[in-house]
């Protein structure tokens, strides 16, 4: 490897670090799970950098398997916020308070 | 590195824009140049499989549903972006979580550095060498064979789950019809506000 694997790890974590604010800070559920594909795939990156530092396959393995879970996860969250817009025009997942006990 | 760098400084710059963009369509565009960047940051790390899966998936398929559901939101009757865009107050601590995170990460890192295999994967694109897809089939289908069924099992209940959220079908698999409409009439997806 010409470049260190320590670099790609650090920039796996940068990534992790904007992913993280981004869900903190924006109210708007679309632009949330975006910045939750963008955990997924600094996640993504730190598995095949060590997957290719190591020359072990399950890296990559887990890698396929975060994607499988990631579009899942993309599919129900958007059917849950097409129906949330459905019953409320405000596009804020604080107004969201349908499931408070 | 030269590539490296540039690639890393395309998905910084990306990210950032996505996660600060003030609308969703502006935020998907620099989803997917993050994802075509993280691709062929993977070709750069002999992951050829999922360089191709992270644009087929991922820029395909999930961008493609995301610019579907802001075109279906955003096609009613009001203007989409209403209301207060980011939490109050809650900035500096993000930031400062995000920050002890990535310090974090980095701290272990450079306290253990990570022991690279020594061993020529061989040249990109013959076969059984590291990261190619004959490679990724044999580990898929053999020795994780269970965590592949299990994804399928995993596809299976959100598509369903999926059937029952958004589509027409009650919680005890009762179809609720609505009411049929006369074909010219189209109702507003956004409607009125309710009464807080």
């Known amino acids: 490897m010409i470049v260190p694997p320590e670099a790609y790890v650090a920039l796996s974590a940068v990534l992790f670090s904007i992913g993280v604010v981004g869900v903190i800070v ?28 190591w020359l072990n ?21 958007l059917a849950i916020v097409a129906v949330t817009f459905r019953k409320t025009p405000h596009v804020d997942v604080d107004d969201v308070a349908v499931l408070k006990g | ?21 003030r609308r969703p369509v502006h935020s998907v565009v620099g989803l997917l140049a993050n994802f075509v ?13 999922l360089a191709v899966m992270q644009i087929v998936v991922y820029s395909g398929a999930i961008l493609i549903l995301f610019v579907f559901v802001i075109a279906l939101l955003s096609s009613g009757v009001a203007p989409f972006d209403i209301g207060p865009d980011r939490a109050k107050g809650v900035l500096a601590p993000a930031i400062l979580f995000a920050l002890l995170i990535l310090g974090g990460v ?16 061989g040249p990109t694109g013959t076969p059984q060498v590291f990261g190619s897809v004959a490679d990724f089939g044999i580990a898929l289908f053999n020795d994780n064979l269970l965590p592949f069924e299990a994804t399928a099992f995993i596809l299976l209940v959100a598509v369903i789950g999926v059937v029952l959220i958004a589509g027409d079908v009650g919680p005890a698999g009762v179809i609720t019809r609505r009411p049929r409409k006369r074909p010219g009439d189209r109702e507003p997806i956004v409607k009125e506000p309710a009464a807080r």
């Open chain 2, 37 to 49: 960047a993280l691709a062929i940051i993977y070709l750069s790390l002999q992951a050829e499989f």
């Open chain 2, 1 to 21: 590195m030269i590539a490296f760098a540039i690639l890393a400084l395309v998905m910084v710059a990306s990210a950032i824009f996505t996660v600060t963009a």
């Open chain 2, 106 to 121: 980095i701290a272990t890192v450079l306290r253990s550095p990570v022991a690279v295999v020594v061993g020529n994967p």
């Open chain 1, 26 to 53: 924006r109210r708007n559920p679309l632009i949330m799970l975006m910045s939750i594909e963008l955990l997924f795939n600094a996640a993504n990156l730190a598995l095949v950098t060590y997957a290719r530092a």
């Open chain 1, 57 to 77: 396959d399950v890296g990559h393995i887990f890698a396929f398997l975060v994607i499988t879970v990631a579009a899942a996860e993309a599919a129900i969250g």
